[in-house]
């Protein structure tokens, strides 16, 4: 067996599709095919099973796929640390996060990186959810991945970064705006716009609606926090979100941010294979990040009461 056939079995594990992965290597399904046949006539198990909407792998292909995702991110993660070494201070920082992370928590710290590192890139892809971000990083198409913190995922150091309160977002006009809190039974019925079902932090907001007996109704469904909160000062309804440092402050006057203390906050920060052995540019990345926005830098605070009407 070769890298290749390993590689290529492992997007096929993951695309559910050969297909799929033959587009994305642009070549032919049939040679996609051939290096997981090759995999699995030297092992003598089947390791993918065809089925009507694409493929699945076996027991035997799923142990494969583990050990395949661990050993090829760490063979990954040598070879750029070898090549960081030899092009001295150039390189790159590979990150994956959400659409609107960097505009929150990385935009000062991207400049302070840039100062210091000028011959560095930082290549940033976007993921769709934390489990998306994650799967990245396992599969080491990243170096550093930065999301909701929530269970521990095998094979992923977590390290926190900054707390999230949650507030309830609306217009400066609504009857709740001159709120200095609000309580779980505030939320009862309410009408809310909801976070995408996939994500962290909706998992964690449901989990506490629910154990504090809350069944509010979400009539509104959005694909990430600015979104809800847009829509929240747009005067289309509530959104409970956590206090995002952007939309704090007199940039958004028709904005209201209602504190709900009785959640407790998210957690975000960052995630990457292993601290240790993360090569310097990258520990430098996410280290400049966390002294921007982490415990020593200004506490992220819902807007004091009427300061959007001001």
Not at 19 to 47: F, I, N, P, W
Not at 229 to 239: C, D, F, T
Request: proline share 7%.
């Amino acid at each position: 067996m070769t890298l290749d056939d390993l590689r290529v079995f492992s997007a096929v594990c993951r695309a559910g599709s050969l297909s799929a992965v033959a587009r994305d290597l642009a070549c032919s399904q049939s040679a996609v095919s051939q290096h997981v046949k090759r995999l699995e006539r030297e092992l003598g198990l089947t390791l993918i099973e065809r089925h009507p909407r694409g493929v699945v792998p076996t027991k035997a292909g799923r142990h494969l796929q583990t050990a395949v995702a661990t050993g090829l991110g760490g063979i990954d993660h040598a070879l750029r640390t070898i090549a960081e070494f030899a092009r001295g201070e150039g390189g790159s920082v590979r990150i994956t996060t959400g659409a609107t992370s960097i505009r929150h928590f990385m935009s000062a710290a991207v400049v302070d990186f840039r100062e210091r590192f000028p011959l560095v890139s930082l290549e940033f892809q976007t993921g769709v959810s934390s489990r998306n971000c994650l799967e990245a990083l396992t599969a080491g198409h990243v170096d550093l991945a930065w999301i909701t913190l929530g269970t521990p995922v095998r094979g992923i150091e977590q390290r926190p970064v900054a707390d999230l309160p949650w507030v309830l977002a609306m217009a400066a006009g609504d009857p709740l705006a001159d709120r200095e809190r609000l309580e779980p039974a505030d939320l009862q019925d309410a009408r809310l716009i909801g976070l995408p079902q996939n994500s962290v932090s909706r998992s964690q907001l449901d989990d506490w609606l629910g154990k504090s007996g809350i069944r509010p109704v979400f009539d509104t469904s959005v694909t990430d926090w600015d979104t809800a909160i847009l829509l929240a000062e747009l005067g289309l309804g509530h959104a409970v979100v956590p206090a995002l440092p952007e939309w704090q402050g007199p940039g958004h006057p028709g904005l209201r941010l209602v504190p709900l203390p009785e959640l407790p906050g998210l957690t975000v920060g960052w995630a990457a294979r292993e601290w240790d052995t993360l090569y310097p540019l990258a520990r430098a990345f996410a280290d400049t990040v966390a002294a921007h926005c982490g415990p020593g830098a200004p506490q992220l605070r819902p807007s004091p009461p009427g300061a959007a009407r001001r």
